[in-house]
């Protein structure tokens, strides 16, 4: 039996959000949506039609008593139906946790990349991110504010040869984050942000050819370790709280050091 943590500072208390993402317990997402319900949130938690067939939201969304309602992040129709749907007025925070390559998932080499799934993997880890935060500003559905987070990872600055055009995918979630962090902030104070999360054990994260492998060389080169996913569930939910107001339009690396470090000792085991 799942059981919600019960250490509590009701960061998030009279706050409601909205969770893209939550496939099963490996989902960042699903930590995520833990970690808000237990300081107090209450999430409207949501993922393509498809995934609440084949995964664990259900269960995720009856342990939370949270609202469930299917969307399909690529449709700017069903993003809208969706924001319109929540009950309870306006939202205070918003998670977008949406990532996936036919290329890598088909072991396309980067070299022979296939263009249409190129721009399917465009449109479902980074336009749906625009087309969300566009739909969210049209239909004001977003209160003063709040705050919009997306999970990236350091392959939008760094070459990763395995990580496909998913890094390509991240580089252009991240800029939507800075421009589209202007307007909503000038126009409603809203803050939107990206986190860069260490290489975790997710569903699609553990696709990637040879992942065991850099997973176990990240948390070596990282003075910390590995960032878990429960972790990012902390940040993610200080993040949305008032205790930062005024952070917006930034990349947060949230990986335990590893952004910042050239060599360390102890992958050569010195």
């Not at 709280?241 to 910042?260: A, C, E, I, P, R």
Request: charged letters at 20%; proline letters at 2%; one cysteine or more.
């Amino acid at each position: 039996m799942l059981k919600i943590p019960v250490m509590s500072n009701q960061l998030l208390a009279n706050k409601r959000g909205i969770i893209f993402g939550a496939l099963d317990e490996q989902s960042i997402a699903w930590h995520v949506a833990e970690k808000c319900v237990s300081q107090g949130a209450k999430i409207t938690l949501t993922n393509a039609p498809v995934a609440l067939r084949m995964g664990k939201i259900m269960e995720l969304s009856e342990k939370l008593h949270a609202e469930l309602i299917g969307a399909d992040a690529t449709s700017v129709e069903d993003l809208e139906n969706l924001l319109t749907e929540i009950l309870g007025g306006k939202i205070d925070f918003i998670l977008h946790s949406i990532g996936m390559s036919l290329n890598v998932r088909k072991g396309k080499h980067y070299t022979d990349t296939n263009y249409d799934f190129m721009q399917k993997t465009f449109d479902i880890s980074a336009i749906s991110f625009h087309k969300l935060m566009q739909s969210a500003l049209k239909l004001d559905a977003i209160a003063d504010g709040g705050s919009i987070l997306a999970l990236t990872y350091i392959a939008a600055q760094r070459v990763f040869p395995d990580y496909g055009e998913m890094a390509e995918s991240k580089a252009l979630l991240e800029s939507f984050a800075r421009s589209f962090g202007y307007h909503f902030g000038t126009l409603k104070k809203v803050r939107v942000n990206t986190i860069s999360q260490s290489p975790t054990w997710t569903t699609a994260g553990s696709g990637v050819k040879g992942f065991k492998e850099f997973y176990d060389y990240a948390d070596k080169m990282s003075p910390l370790g590995n960032a878990s996913a429960d972790a990012c569930g902390d940040y993610c939910v200080a993040m949305f709280s008032d205790l930062t107001k005024m952070v917006t339009m930034q990349n947060l690396y949230h990986d335990g050091g590893f952004s910042t470090m050239g060599m360390n000792p102890a992958v050569l085991n010195i």
